[in-house]
């Protein structure tokens, strides 16, 4: 939230809900799915176990529509809320958290119409009435050749960025996914990791969500790991990964222990041919949000130890619970240029579809 | 310096408005025990605005694993935004570290109205 003696940011903002409904899917859905909904009042199962997390469950509880709609599925109040109020240059909109057809475990051909329509109603009511933002193509991974015919399908439109790739059993760097890095590659689109229904905990859920939420980052690193030894970047060069709501401040740890344990068993994956410290310099940005409290010297110690400081892209996460505030999350005192890495550059160098940055008024 | 706030029938227990004192957004409570508090509209954490949040009660602390002893209906005010505790009746203290507080002002009640001072 902004006040007016605050500067507006020309923020590119890395994280960001639309909030879908099955009903906004009717228009976009053919049959017979459009029917297993209407008629069958058919709705992808879910699986969390956890009472919500805070006052308004897993939304800000001022971000609700004020005619009682849920948060994040009205543009002109995220508008006035977040885009005009922060001022935003650039918004990536990352939704699809229910239904979420990545996560479908069977009845795969649901789950590639669900992600069609979704993509389709995304374009037609976010990113082409909003020149501010951007998007996610949604596909069913479960069925690679249907994905890739999505991402062939919408992949090219101007405003989408990024393929968010489902969490789940089959790991990134297996071959498995090599089609849909081929097509990400073809259409400029990176790969975004946004964690959603499925575990970080053993292929089951902890028991508290006070765990889950925690442990985040640790599905973050696995996949990092996984992408890194299997090659993937060394078989697509362009490729880059974005790790959204997974936060930043593992990276150096497991940049170290990459780098430490290549040393000794770089026989194992000979198709690594430099430090993998270097790769995730090269192909993987990180997002901020959730922020820990740091201190201006704790904060500049992560970069410091990461070796960089262009690899870290500020996300707020709106409308959810635990939304970071660009105005207060990051420590005091962080040196302009810094600022400018953060809250724009480093997004902006990243996804090779964002416009150059506009003046500064 | 003392400004009125609210009235006193503006508010039932475990209710709480967005009112100003002077140039601050100020959170007026009125708490469990009938009596009016108020906090600088505003969380320490990433600056939410407080009246959008909930008053509520809360699990107390307890020496039994699995256990949820949920009381103090109308005492603690949440955060809009993380949920974080804060104590109406202590200062606005915020139960996961009493350490940290929101911003509290002075109240007094007087005939029908809610008086802010410092």
């Not at chain 1, 192909?283 to 410091?304: A, D, G, V, W, Y």
Request: glycine share 6%.
């Amino acid at each position: 939230m902004s006040t007016k003696q605050q500067k507006k940011l020309h923020l590119i903002d890395t994280d960001i809900h639309e909030k879908v409904t099955y009903e906004d899917l009717m228009p976009y859905l053919e049959q017979p799915y459009k029917r297993y909904i209407e008629d069958c009042h058919w709705i992808q199962e879910k699986h969390m176990p956890f009472t919500q997390p805070a006052v308004a469950g897993v939304n800000r509880a001022d971000a609700e529509v004020p005619d009682g709609r849920p948060a994040g599925s009205d543009l002109p109040f995220m508008q006035y809320q977040l885009l005009d109020d922060i001022g935003h240059e650039v918004g990536i909109l990352t939704g699809a958290l229910d239904p979420s057809p990545s996560s479908m475990h069977g009845w795969y051909e649901m789950a590639t119409a669900l992600a069609r329509a979704y993509n389709d109603w995304q374009i037609e009511h976010w990113l082409e009435k909003d020149e501010r933002l951007y998007g996610s193509v949604h596909i069913a991974a479960q069925e690679p050749h249907e994905a890739v015919k999505e991402i062939e399908r919408v992949g090219s439109h101007e405003k989408m960025v990024q393929i968010l790739l489902p969490i789940d059993d089959i790991m990134w760097g297996d071959p498995y996914y090599h089609p849909i890095f081929e097509a990400a590659e073809k259409h400029d689109l990176m790969i975004g990791m946004h964690h959603n229904e499925p575990p970080v905990y053993y292929g089951k859920w902890p028991r508290y969500f006070i765990e889950w939420h925690t442990l985040i980052p640790t599905a973050h690193m696995m996949i990092v790991t996984n992408m890194v030894f299997n090659g993937v970047f060394e078989k697509f060069p362009k490729l880059k990964m974005m790790m959204i709501e997974g936060g930043f401040t593992y990276v150096p740890f497991l940049m170290r222990k990459m780098d430490q344990q290549y040393r000794d068993l770089r026989h194992e994956v000979p198709w690594i041919q430099r430090m993998p410290s270097d790769i995730i310099r090269e192909h993987i940005c990180f997002t901020t949000q959730p922020l820990e409290e740091m201190s201006k010297k704790e904060f500049l110690q992560t970069f410091e130890q990461m070796g960089s400081d262009d690899m870290v892209s500020f996300s707020t996460d709106y409308p959810h619970w635990d939304y970071d505030n660009p105005y207060e999350a990051l420590p005091n005192g962080l040196d302009e240029e810094l600022m400018r890495k953060l809250l724009s550059e480093n997004a902006r160098n990243f996804y090779p579809k964002l416009p150059n940055r506009k003046e500064e008024d | 310096m003392e400004e009125v706030v609210c009235s006193k029938e503006d508010l039932n227990p475990g209710e709480m408005m967005e009112s100003t004192f002077g140039r601050h957004s100020i959170v007026v409570c009125r708490a469990s025990d009938g009596h009016y508090y108020a906090f600088l509209n505003r969380c320490i954490h990433q600056g939410a605005p407080l009246s959008k949040g909930k008053i509520c009660g809360a699990p107390e602390p307890t020496d039994t694993l699995g256990e949820y002893n949920f009381d103090r209906e109308g005492d603690i005010l949440r955060c809009p935004w993380h949920g974080r505790e804060f104590d109406i009746r202590n200062e606005g203290r915020m139960l996961a570290n009493e350490k940290f507080k929101i911003k509290n002002f002075n109240v007094m009640e007087k005939n029908e109205q809610v008086i802010v001072y410092k």
